[in-house]
């Protein structure tokens, strides 16, 4: 993969675009229909227009394939630039990179204490451009700015979180029972080269939660981002080439799934696989992984319930429902998408729900008065719209207003499904967008049974204000998160991650760092 110069790259791009009959003049144009309110930097506008190649071995280098990948804005559904497709052979330069870079003592012998100083510089370099990261984020998923800007903040709690355990990375001294005298002991040590795999909803968060760990550990990494979101990815990785890391620790690469993606979860260098995204997905990535015993993490779908009974607080179910499955466009693994609700309250909790999900004004994420932005593509537009009217043919009552939203933004009414039961699809599978699926129950044992149905098992909640039900409950739920009167809640130093289909492995906390490290013991004979 040679190295181009910007010329030769933005004729590259030109004739890519071309061939896609989309015009490089048209950009400008993108930015006055989505930026109403003129909040677009202009160093957002810069970057978003530049040439786009991949990060490999500390360079910025561009695929030798003609193949591109369309990045689309949600809201308007014109491109925003386009990515390279890379070629297998080219997946196998950036591992060569990355096991280049884990074999240099710069890296590898780097202290904990300066490990943890590169890191925290980074987090500031995060926070330096965090407007900026959110910006990218927003045109690039269509998500809110409000949104991206949490997220910015909880991506730089992560990084400075997980830097302090650069330094608390630790074996153990055993006393053993084997004859004679004996020095056991186990040491910690880096996995290796790390595939990180992601999905679109949290580009960026999720670009944090592969990269950081794997820093952390001594390990070096090749990150792929969504085919759909690439962009703060490629952004993140200017600033890690600004913090200091040396070459090769960090790469990151674009390409579809099942030509880059498939390429990464096969490939012999890699010691440990970290994923995120669709069941489907990981069960493939899980199976290639062990051609090789790579080592995997899959953090996987969900279909998450909240048990709500008679006795919780019904203003702050309805709201906390409301947010737990529209928060994001219902794009997140975790999101609340089935109501168990006790018969007596049910009624009036859906109606309250049903009123938020009426009132929610579908705008450009960059819209102040955005409170429904658009989904990240048309594909899942259409899939969410399916899924929808799959409901309705199969009995499910509409309980809110707006149904198909028309025009070129890839909107999805939020929407409240009522009468459904758990064989239904929309209630089995996972749907990924802003609709909820909702049941009355009689009493605790029905609930409990309704809820743990499922072949998912990532994050529930309960709503009550009966501490002897709840605590009786929490050991019950088959889920990695349970939340009590709330939803969607996270903090770098509380695991998260799924039972069931839902997953291997925890993200988070100290968990986290076991899943990119080895144990080696160590056995030393006194006599
Ligand atoms: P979603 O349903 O959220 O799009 P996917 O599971 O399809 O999630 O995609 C998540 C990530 O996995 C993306 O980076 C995608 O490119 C990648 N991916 C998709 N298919 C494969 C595959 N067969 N092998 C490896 N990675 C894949």
């Not at 690469?253 to 440990?272: E, F, M, R, W």
């Not at 702050?316 to 975790?334: E, R, S």
């Amino acid at each position: 993969m040679p190295y181009l110069e910007s010329l030769e790259l933005q004729n590259h791009v030109a004739d890519s675009l071309l061939r896609h009959n989309y015009n490089l003049d048209d950009l400008p144009d993108i930015f006055t229909q989505v930026d109403r309110e003129n909040i677009l930097l202009d160093s957002v506008k810069a970057f978003i227009a530049k040439p786009k190649g991949c990060f490999i071995g500390g360079e910025w280098m561009h695929s030798d394939t003609d193949s591109v990948i369309p990045v689309y804005e949600p809201f308007t559904g014109k491109v925003l630039n386009v990515i390279p497709n890379l070629s297998v052979s080219e997946v196998d330069e950036a591992v060569v990179a990355a096991r280049k870079a884990f074999a240099n003592p710069e890296w590898r012998g780097m202290k904990p204490m300066a490990r943890q100083a590169m890191l925290l510089r980074l987090s500031d370099l995060v926070e330096e451009n965090a407007e900026q990261l959110a910006q990218i984020e927003s045109l690039d998923n269509g998500k809110s700015i409000t949104g991206a800007r949490a997220e910015l903040s909880s991506a730089i709690n992560h990084i400075r979180y997980m830097a302090g355990w650069c330094s608390k990375i630790e074996g153990k001294v055993n006393t053993v029972s084997a004859s004679g005298q004996q020095h056991a002991y186990t040491l910690k040590e880096p996995v290796g080269v790390v595939a990180g795999i992601i999905p679109w909803n949290f580009p960026l968060v999720m670009a944090v939660w592969k990269i950081i760990p794997a820093l952390v550990t001594g390990c070096t990494v090749i990150l792929k981002p969504a085919e759909q979101t690439p962009l703060s990815a490629l952004r993140l990785a200017e600033l890690i080439a600004e913090a200091g890391f040396p070459k090769g620790v960090v790469n990151v690469i674009t390409g579809t799934g099942v030509q880059v993606g498939a390429a990464l979860a096969s490939h012999p260098g890699i010691n440990k696989i970290a994923f995120t995204g669709s069941t489907a997905v990981g069960k493939s990535i899980g199976k290639s992984a062990m051609e090789n015993i790579t080592r995997v993490s899959l953090e996987l779908g969900g279909k998450s319930p909240l048990i709500v009974f008679a006795d919780a607080d019904i203003d702050k179910v309805i709201k906390g429902a409301a947010n737990a499955i529209f928060y994001n466009q219902g794009q997140v693994c975790c999101a609340g998408s089935r109501l168990y609700i006790h018969r007596d309250i049910h009624d009036k909790v859906v109606a309250g729900i049903a009123a938020i999900a009426d009132s929610l004004t579908l705008a450009s994420g960059l819209d102040a008065s955005c409170g429904m932005a658009p989904l990240v593509s048309k594909p899942h537009q259409l899939r969410v719209n399916g899924y929808i009217a799959q409901g309705l043919s199969e009995g499910a009552k509409l309980a809110t207003k707006r149904s198909i939203v028309e025009g070129d933004g890839y909107f999805v009414a939020p929407t409240v499904l009522t009468d459904t039961h758990n064989a239904m699809a929309v209630v089995r599978e996972e749907i990924f967008g802003p609709v909820l699926v909702v049941q009355a129950f009689e009493d605790e044992e029905e609930a409990l049974r309704l809820a743990n149905d499922s072949s998912y098992g990532l994050g529930a909640s309960i709503w009550s204000n009966d501490l002897t039900r709840v605590h009786r409950l929490i050991p019950q739920i088959e889920a990695g998160v349970v939340w009590v009167n709330t939803h969607n809640l996270g903090d770098p130093s509380q695991p998260f991650g799924g039972y069931k289909q839902s997953g291997i492995g925890r993200e988070q906390g100290r968990e986290q760092l076991d899943m990119f490290l080895e144990t080696k013991s160590v056995w030393i004979d006194l006599n």
